[in-house]
């Protein structure tokens, strides 16, 4: 039952096309001239991420837009999200890959709201550095908690990833004061081959 509801999903939401190093070098350089400073890497302690050859859907997202991981992290979550449900824990993704044009779009829209560059890299990574394009990282969210926001860490679900996301591979990349000088994200889990 499980494999044919999973086989229509992939049916009704083709996997979207991912990019290789050519686009990841335009896109770094349009997020340049948009003043991403050219030593952002090396200042943050942040390597180029790249963009899966294949992408899994791995359910609607909290905005109903299909969501994808690469396939093994994909089949993690799943694994994880189900040994949540087992305990009425129901993990939410707020939002798993992201191309790097689609980091590079949400960096322009905030320049665009007039935010200075500054205060958006603490809370968004530069295009072609966030663990988004991998398609391993995603953000998790609960009903009842607010979407991208410290508060998540009080949820339930965030207690249970605490204690069990390590078991599938999943850790969290950003804790307080973590070195990349990124805003505490507990709601932000990045999946790791082997771990
Ligand atoms: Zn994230």
Redesign the pocket.
Known sequence: MQGLRHDRSMHAYPPPATHGLATRQRVMADAQALGVPADYGRTRQLRPMREPARLTFVGLDTQCRPAWLRPAAAAAFARMRRAAASEDIDLLVV?AWRSFEYQLGIIRQKRERGLDMEAILKASAAPGY???HTGR???IGMHGYPHLEEAFDESPAFAWLQRHAGRFGFEL?YPRHNRHGITY?P??WCWHAGR
């Open positions: 939002s966030s663990e988004h990282a995603l953000d990349s994200e709601w932000h």
